[in-house]
């Protein structure tokens, strides 16, 4: 798949979180009920945070996050999204505006192969050459460009702090990131200024493919740039999802 398509794609399927709560509330006239569900916004809910979720087609599988409220969804055979359901106070006098909705701290997680989205021909055999590749992509923003939503000629993220670390574990070529980046020019909130956090991310080449494979895995917090993080807060929910990514042989027919 080219890289424009499949970059739509993701941008299209993968930020749930953008607009998570949208859905519940456009064009209500009663009361906003106290509290959203899975179901309310179109996603399935996570009911057995202990069984694994497969991608087949790319060849892994992952534990999804763990705690209350996670909801997935699946961005066709590419991957799957996670985002938690805010915890709205209720019943509410009239439907906030979508900026406000907008603004809410939102919590996602995400797995996702970057095949279609990096520039074909890459051959990276071990983690230092990982290290260096992961470096140009978050310079070229792309991991913010994915959890950013839908774009607009405005849309645009400026790097606030990034730190890319090799993994020497036996057998796997994996590095961890921790990344932000200032984000301006939402389309459905193009007055706010956002930051996006990644922290404890990470990305691995699946070890059984001849071709260069590599899944993407990480927790996304975006917030108003004039709050703090509290990813820190929710560590115990998303470290097991990063730490779970096991790979598998992939299903030829469904790749």
């Not at 993968?14 to 949208?22: I, K, Q």
């Not at 290290?131 to 839908?150: A, H, P, S």
């Not at 932000?180 to 059984?208: S, T």
Request: net charge neutral; charged share 20%.
């Amino acid at each position: 798949m080219a890289r424009n398509k499949m970059f739509s794609l993701v941008l299209l399927t993968a930020t749930v979180y953008a607009g998570l709560t949208a859905t519940a509330f456009v064009g209500a006239t009663d009361v906003v009920p106290a509290q959203l569900n899975c179901n309310a916004v179109q996603l399935l809910a996570v009911i057995k945070p202990d069984e694994r979720i497969e991608v087949p087609a790319r060849g892994f599988s992952l534990l999804p996050p763990q705690g209350e409220r996670w909801c997935y969804r699946r961005l066709t055979s590419f991957g799957v999204n996670f985002s938690k359901i805010p915890p709205f106070a209720g019943p509410l006098e009239k439907p906030p505006s979508l900026e406000e909705i907008v603004a809410t701290r939102m919590f996602s997680s995400i797995a996702l192969s970057l095949q279609g989205l990096i520039r074909e021909g890459t051959d990276i055999q071990n983690p230092a050459e990982l290290k260096t590749f992961v470096d140009g992509l978050i310079r070229e923003n792309l991991f913010f460009q994915v959890v950013g939503g839908l774009s607009s000629p405005n849309h645009r993220f400026s790097i606030l702090e990034s730190n890319v670390t090799a993994e020497n574990l036996p057998g796997e070529v994996c590095v961890r990131f921790n990344a932000r980046a200032k984000e301006r020019g939402n389309r459905q909130a193009p007055a706010l200024v956002f930051v996006l956090n990644l922290p404890d991310n990470r990305v691995c080449r699946h070890p059984g493919l001849s071709e260069t494979e590599l899944v993407w895995i990480g927790f996304v917090e975006r917030y108003l740039a004039s709050e703090q993080p509290r990813s820190d807060a929710l560590k115990r929910e998303y470290e097991p999802f990063v730490q779970s990514l096991q790979f598998m042989t992939p299903h030829a027919s469904t790749r």
